[in-house]
């Protein structure tokens, strides 16, 4: 079991530094670490990732980063679509649903490298430039009252929040995933807050729409608690341990590993179902 844990620790120590990549690692880690199919992956690694992501997302709460209205928003329509992924889960050939999850997870690998670069560019742009001026950028649809310190809610903003949760949701289901790949691009994407904000608010959707998953596959008897149980204490450990690195090492070049990493487990995961 001490491999188990070992693979625990390092989805909680990636999710807790990147806010989006341990959940979509777990799956791959227990297929190739554990040995166990995507089927039987899927549950436990939702189990780990609810567990630290919560830990994580109590953390933000205490520091004030988590926007829990959005967070609720997200999550509510995140679990309405979390059955269906599951139940799509469990009547799907282990070889279609491994290639599957691969080209999502070599998608995923793609986008993070993708925004990694950008920021690191704009980072020395904005550097080496001397006080000109740069091209506006199209303001989001959900936008921080600063003076409030809550976003201002509007038709577009509740309605781009919960299209990226049902998403969040359906793919949570059907690979075993937090959905947290998907958050925070959609927080960048749609709302103006700072990193540390997105990120614990992308921690609390991914600890609820994560219960949601491991409450199903529970009642259907689909979770291997042997494997479960050490494996999310590893992973617990590892956000406690993430979490405090977080702001020492999270970056753009730690983003390109995470992206770089999750490419290679893409291509490996692609090689095995064939």
Same mark, same amino acid.
């Given at each position: 079991m001490m491999v188990v844990s070992l693979l625990g620790f390092t989805v909680g120590i990636i999710l807790a530094l990147t806010g989006a990549g341990g959940g979509i690692l777990a799956v +791959?880690? !227990?297929v190739f670490g554990a040995g166990l199919n995507m089927a039987q992956a899927g549950p436990i690694g939702l189990l780990a990732v609810a567990l630290a992501a919560a830990l994580g997302a109590v953390m *933000? !709460?205490?520091?004030?980063? $988590?926007r829990y209205k959005a967070a609720l928003l997200i999550a509510g329509a995140g679990i309405l679509c979390s059955p269906l992924g599951l139940w799509l889960a469990q009547?799907? /050939? =282990? #070889? /279609?649903l491994s290639m599957v999850f691969a080209v999502v997870l070599l998608y995923v690998a793609w986008r993070v490298y993708q925004r990694a670069t950008a920021t690191a560019s704009s980072a020395n742009a904005a550097n080496s430039s001397s006080g000109t001026g740069s091209t /506006?950028?199209?303001? +989001? +649809?959900? #936008? !921080?009252?600063?003076q409030? *310190?809550?976003? =201002?809610?509007?038709? /577009?903003?509740? #309605?781009?929040l919960a299209m990226s949760g049902l998403l969040a949701g359906g793919l949570s289901g059907l690979l075993g995933v937090g959905g947290g790949f998907v958050m925070v691009p959609a927080l960048q994407r749609y709302t103006d807050l700072n990193t540390q904000s997105i990120l614990s608010t992308s921690l609390?959707?991914?600890?609820l729409v994560s219960f949601s998953g491991v409450a199903a596959s529970a009642a259907t008897g689909h979770l291997l608690w042997a494997i479960a149980v050490p494996f999310s204490a590893g992973a617990l $450990? *590892?956000?406690?341990?993430g979490r405090l690195l977080a702001a020492r090492l999270a970056g753009p070049v730690l983003q390109q590993a995470f992206a770089l990493v999750s490419a290679g487990?893409? $291509?490996? !995961?692609f090689i095995r179902a064939l």
């Open positions: +791959p880690l !227990l *933000g !709460l205490k520091q004030g980063t $988590v009547r799907t /050939p =282990n #070889r /279609p /506006p950028q199209a303001a +989001p +649809p959900c #936008r !921080l009252d600063i409030r *310190g809550k976003l =201002n809610w509007t038709a /577009p903003c509740a #309605r781009a609390a959707v991914i600890a $450990v *590892g956000m406690t341990s487990v893409a $291509v490996a !995961l």
